[in-house]
């Protein structure tokens, strides 16, 4: 290889309280594909802020093509050939495809030339998309494209693409690779992020390993064992968790039939759901997001009611019982968003432990509060879930988000529910406090608890869920048992490629 | 550079001290502005907040203190609920003018029968006249999805309006002489909300506000209903996981402010103004919405920004007649001091740093 394309050296970056990267040095070269793997926290995201200029770094350097390069905004790192896809798209619903990336460009060309230039990008690369289509009515797969396309119309030398593969399909994720490989055909360089082992090691060249802000070491993926890779990005050995016997009982949960209208303008409808869960039994539900994920916690959790025959426990109908009522028959629930929904983020933890806990902990006497229970509630939540905070008087807000997401399954977990709705129950969580949650909900299940776990992450649901089930455009595929599933059957449950086609290399 | 930083936890000092810095602020920038208007400020401030409490005729505005902090404190005790929860009441001036007239309306009822439970009757008159004007916005907002600000706020014109009208129809006096306006309650024993105490100021409206403050306090930390309240204002989405039914909410809310303006129109009716005219309200209902974010939205904090409140109403009165300060520049007065408080407000969930220049 000759010259790198980028050469980061020494970059490093303090927040209060936080070295976020610590003198970071790494070459990207010409026409490589190059990962940057670690943990949530582990300071990927300021790396390439940096890169693109929405951070600055306090000391360190980065050469480009040979020349200093230290991007003031995102900008000029554009006008130096540096583009971004990002994890969260920023796209307005409401506007078609054209019109959202003009919104992005300095000289947006006229409607009908940008259309055209569109078309012929995306046709070149294997991502076919309508210029005229509302974003709104795009999948996550499709809305991706439109980001990806967005950056391919620049040009770009390096392409940074920050976890791609978390809201597709396995099908969509093998197109995006033909994609990506295409692209590193032609020159271009890109950088990788994900913790997703198995991608890395079939897709890129090199790999650096960030851990607590350090480059902890290099390596070639497809060299070296995904256990390796896992094993240095957390630093010490992982526990897989383990569950007990797996005698399910009688029918707890049982969905027939249940179709729910979008509850807003760009929601998901549920569109006539079966399934049913017994005692002891982990049902996983897949699926990319935004297909109804959403909706079907609110339908469990009780925030929206149905018909009352649409949703029975133990034999009882309950779609028309609010969320009070279904926690006193034992039915949690635990929704994906933690600030804001699932807690209150001024709020003390032990106001916290108070929102889901008034009922089942006997909390409240005639309205009137117990602080003094409700605290030990709490207290027992942060003891057993190792949650670090210095106490339970502390703000929601102020925990990480993995410490908050420790509460909120242990404040459910902790009221022996009958039945528990998790949804992206280790999302943003690092590794340790992700297998520790999942052990929760393993031994939940070995007590003969029913649980559903809405998740998009594949591997965790083939960990720990008995049966599977996809949502796809508000419809669930019928559940099936999860030993024995191949990746190319989950694809499909999941609603395979949504139509797209392979990059013509 | 200035930068603003988002604290990890809302600080608890500055949400004590910022009323205080408040206060101060305004008393600083209200000294310019009366020194533009060609006073000494120094005069202008202590005749604001020295005289009523310690000056010379201090005995007379001691007692007027608690005259206008009472129904400042009932209404914004009710208010402070309804904004706690994201409930926006900027009514309370009509639903305390319809809590006059109801309650002023089942007393003149018995005219001229002495007895001793026409003021009782009077006073579930006045919170049934504040509770259903308050009704209105919040049946609008939960059936139909008005907003209660907008609904609120233009009940206030129709119910000035209707006092209008009951002051020259239904309820004029009829020995008036043509005068508009009804019969004088204090003239009559058993409508006349008294004196406690003699000259002290001392009336069933400041026990009720005083019940109110108390109730409110209980309801706020100690109970279920006080916990959604707060729940729904700080995170509207974990409300409703939590089970809290935002349409019962609105109802409490909007009624239980709506009772305690209906019953300081008429505590105020009954008592200080004696009768009702075409210009019987004053603005308690608006300057309340400032008196309970003076205070925090908290019971005994509203208590005390009611207090100050009502010491620069009364302080200003005076500064207009001895000093000939023009009421708008009192009203400025009174506007610093909400404009101060929100601002400073900032600095509750904000540090503010001055940005070293960054490495580069």
């Keep these: 290889m000759t010259t790198p394309l980028l050469s980061l050296q020494g970059l490093t970056k303090a927040y209060p309280g936080v070295v976020a990267n610590d003198t970071v040095s790494f070459d990207i070269g010409q026409g490589e594909v190059h990962a940057l793997l670690g943990e949530n926290g582990a300071g990927k995201s300021t790396l390439v802020k940096m890169i693109y200029g929405l951070v600055k770094p306090d000391s360190g350097k980065m050469v480009l093509n040979g020349q200093p390069f230290a991007p003031a905004e995102p900008r000029a790192a554009r006008a130096d050939g540096i583009a971004m896809v990002f994890q969260h798209f920023s796209l307005f619903d409401a506007l078609n495809v054209a019109e959202n990336i003009a919104l992005g460009m300095e000289n947006p060309p ?62 969509e994720v093998d197109i995006l690779f033909e994609t990506l490989q295409k692209l590193r055909s032609e020159g271009t360089s890109i950088l990788y992020i994900s913790h997703k082992l198995e991608e890395i090691r079939t897709l890129c060249d090199h790999a650096t390993i960030l851990r607590l802000g350090k480059n902890v070491g290099e390596c070639i993926p497809a060299e070296t064992s995904a256990r390796d890779m896992a094993e240095m990005m957390v630093g010490s050995t992982l526990q897989t968790p383990e569950r007990g016997g797996r005698d399910f009982g009688e029918v707890a949960l049982d969905i027939s039939g249940l179709s729910v209208p979008s509850p807003s303008e760009f929601g998901t409808a549920l569109r006539n759901l079966h399934l049913t869960v017994r005692r002891g039994e982990v049902l996983g539900v897949g699926g990319v997001a935004g297909n109804g994920q959403d909706e079907l916690l609110g339908v469990l959790s009780g925030e929206i009611t149905t018909a009352p025959d649409a949703v029975k426990m133990n034999g009882q109908p309950i779609g028309k019982l609010g969320p009070t009522a279904r926690r006193k028959l034992g039915l949690l629930s635990a929704p994906e968003e933690r600030l804001g929904h699932a807690a209150a983020p001024d709020m003390s933890l032990t106001e916290n432990a108070l929102l889901t806990g008034s009922v089942r902990e006997g909390l409240e006497s005639n309205g009137f509060l117990k602080w003094g229970e409700t605290q030990s509630f ?8 190792d949650v670090r905070t210095p106490g339970p008087d502390n703000a ?49 299940a070995a007590k003969g608890t029913a649980v559903v776990c809405i998740s998009q992450d594949l591997d965790e649901l083939m960990e720990i869920s008995d049966s599977f089930a996809a949502l796809n455009e508000g419809r669930l595929s019928a559940p099936r048992e999860t030993t024995g599933l191949t990746v190319d059957e989950i694809g499909l449950m999941m609603g395979g490629a949504h139509g797209m086609e392979v990059a013509h290399v | 550079m200035i930068v603003l930083e988002k604290r990890p936890q809302p600080s608890q000092t500055w949400s004590m001290a910022t009323p205080v810095v408040a206060v101060l602020a305004t008393m600083f920038f209200g000294g310019v502005l009366f020194a533009a208007l060609g006073k000494n400020p120094v005069e202008a401030i202590m005749t604001i907040f020295w005289e009523p409490l310690f000056g010379e005729f201090s005995f007379y505005y001691r007692p007027q203190l608690l005259i206008k902090g009472a129904p400042l404190v009932l209404i914004a005790i009710g208010l402070s609920l309804g904004f706690r929860a994201g409930i926006w009441n900027i009514g309370a001036e009509g639903q305390y003018i319809m ?53 609120s706020l233009m009940l206030v014109y129709v119910a000035e309006q209707m006092l209008a009208s009951v002051s020259l129809g239904l309820l004029k006096n009829p020995e008036g002489y043509g005068f508009p306006g009804s019969r004088n309650l204090q003239s009559w024993d058993s409508a006349h909300n008294a004196e406690l105490f003699a000259g002290s100021g001392m009336h069933w409206g400041v026990v009720t506000a005083l019940i109110a403050v108390i109730f409110a306090y209980v309801l706020l930390n100690r109970h279920m209903l006080g916990f959604h309240i707060r729940l729904t204002g700080e995170a509207p989405r974990a409300a409703k996981f939590a089970g809290v039914n935002p349409a019962r909410l609105i109802l409490f809310c909007l009624g239980a402010s709506g009772v305690l303006a209906g019953l300081a129109g008429m505590f105020e009716v009954a008592g200080p103004a004696g009768q009702i005219t075409i210009d019987f309200n004053v603005g308690y209902g608006f300057t309340a919405i400032i008196v309970a974010f003076l205070g925090r939205l908290h019971p005994v904090g509203i208590v005390l920004a009611g207090g100050v409140m009502a010491l620069t109403y009364i302080g200003g009165d005076i500064a207009q007649s001895n000093l000939g300060l023009p009421s708008a520049a009192i009203q400025v007065f009174q506007g610093m001091l909400l404009f101060f408080l929100l601002a400073l407000d900032l600095l509750t969930n904000y540090r503010i740093r001055l940005a070293s220049k960054e490495v580069a």
């Design chain 1, 396 to 444: 929601a807000r102020s925990l990480s988000g993995g410490n908050l997401q420790k509460f909120v399954i242990g404040r459910e977990v902790l009221q022996n529910p009958d039945v528990l709705v998790v949804n992206q129950p280790t999302w943003g969580v690092d590794a340790a406090a992700a297998a520790s949650i999942r052990q929760a909900i393993l031994d939940l």
């Design chain 1, 378 to 385: 709490a207290e027992r939540i942060i003891e057993e879930f």
């Design chain 1, 110 to 171: 006229k409607m009908g030339d940008l259309a055209a230039r569109i078309r012929e990008v995306s046709e070149t690369y294997g991502l076919p998309l309508d210029p005229y289509r509302t974003v709104g009515d795009l999948s996550a797969g499709e809305r991706q494209r439109v980001e990806i396309i967005r950056c391919l119309l620049q040009d770009p030398k390096l392409l940074i693409m920050d976890e791609p593969t978390s809201v597709l399909t396995p099908q």
């Design chain 2, 99 to 151: 809590g006059a007239i109801v309650g002023a309306g089942v007393g003149l009822a018995f005219y001229p029968l002495e007895a001793w439970y026409i003021f009782p009757l009077m006073v579930i008159g006045g919170a049934f006249g504040g509770w259903i004007w308050a009704m209105i916005p919040a049946i609008l907002k939960v059936r139909f999805g008005t907003n209660e600000i907008l609904v």
